[in-house]
């Protein structure tokens, strides 16, 4: 089983910066992609970044050009660099792995890091 654990989180004053970490561990076997989800108080839950198995990366319109998503392979971690950060940026910040695949496939999570934007 895979167990993901978050760190990172924090009060940070608009236009600044933060970098997330989510540390894996356990047997994770065929990757299919990992990424960040985040959950804001009254707002629908929102796929922040995600990178697949060969590198490919996604963001969510909302976050094109201020975050970055990466992976420290020796450190079996998996970071979201957060810049220019907004008020709307405030919410629970969740990382997943995927593994397997078809009817195979499982999704694990990290326990969530608290983002907040001062205001």
């Known amino acids: 089983q895979v167990q993901l654990v978050e760190s990172g989180g924090g009060l940070v004053q608009p236009g600044g910066s933060l970098r997330l970490s989510c540390a894996a561990s356990?047997?994770?076997?065929?990757?299919?992609?990992m990424g960040w989800y985040r959950q804001a108080p009254e707002k629908e839950r929102e796929l922040v970044a995600r990178?697949?198995?060969?590198?490919?990366?996604d963001y969510a319109e909302s976050v094109k050009g201020r975050f970055t998503i990466s992976r420290d392979n020796a450190k079996n971690t998996l970071y979201l660099q957060m810049s220019s950060l907004k008020s709307e940026d405030t919410a629970v910040y969740y990382c997943?792995?995927?593994?397997?695949?078809?009817?195979?496939?499982?999704?694990?999570w990290g326990q969530g890091t608290q983002v907040t934007l001062s205001s």
């Open positions: 997943y792995v995927t593994v397997g695949s078809g009817f195979a496939q499982s999704t694990y």
């Open positions: 990178r697949d198995n060969v590198g490919r990366t």
């Open positions: 356990g047997s994770i076997f065929s990757i299919n992609d």
